[in-house]
């Protein structure tokens, strides 16, 4: 298998900076862990990329009706658990098998491996709140390796 890369967002709240679309131009997939604010911004994330999302505590249903609050899928092979808030799991990842667990809600990066499961939280690529950082994460799978970063913008 070769490398499959994927594009990690979190907390738009209905920004997407121009330079997330470069970043993420050569991602297989592209995950969207809730906060988004505007349909908008998940259809030019679906321009780049297949784009999969959940609601955040901020996205109306009424605007995002296909979206759940959590989602399980499978990215090459491995699989991935999909929710905003962490504090909101309700399954067992490893009874369930779950090797990458994506979410967002914090405003903070986070990478983390917890009992073999994955914790990554790519921090909030909207407008800058809480004085956290302005950041988006990259996943790549590989048959031996799930390896996630963050990638820092510059702009507020």
């Known amino acids: 298998m070769s490398k499959y890369k994927i594009g990690v967002i979190s907390d738009t709240h209905g920004l997407l900076r121009p330079e997330i679309l470069g ?16 349909p908008e911004v998940l259809s030019d994330l679906n321009a780049i990329a297949p784009t999969k999302a ?5 996205d ?11 989602e399980c899928f499978h990215a090459a092979g491995r ?6 808030n962490r504090s909101y799991l309700a399954v ?18 986070l990478l983390e491996k ?7 939280n790519p921090g909030s690529a909207g407008p800058r709140r809480f004085g ?18 963050h990638i820092f913008l510059k702009r507020s």
Do not use: C, W
Request: aromatic share 10%; net charge negative; glycine share 8%.
């Open 54 to 58: 959940v609601l955040g505590n901020v």
């Open 60 to 70: 109306s249903p009424y605007y995002f009706p296909k979206l759940k609050t959590a």
């Open 23 to 38: 970043l993420f131009a050569q991602t297989d997939l592209i995950v969207h862990a809730g906060d988004i604010g505007r």
């Open 114 to 120: 917890v009992n073999g499961v994955i914790y990554f």
């Open 92 to 109: 067992d990842p490893l009874e369930h098998q779950i090797e990458l667990m994506i979410f967002g809600h914090s405003h903070t990066p």
């Open 132 to 149: 956290k950082p302005i950041s988006v994460g990259l996943v790549t799978v590989t048959e031996d390796s799930i390896q996630a970063r």
């Open 79 to 84: 699989r991935i658990y999909l929710l905003h």
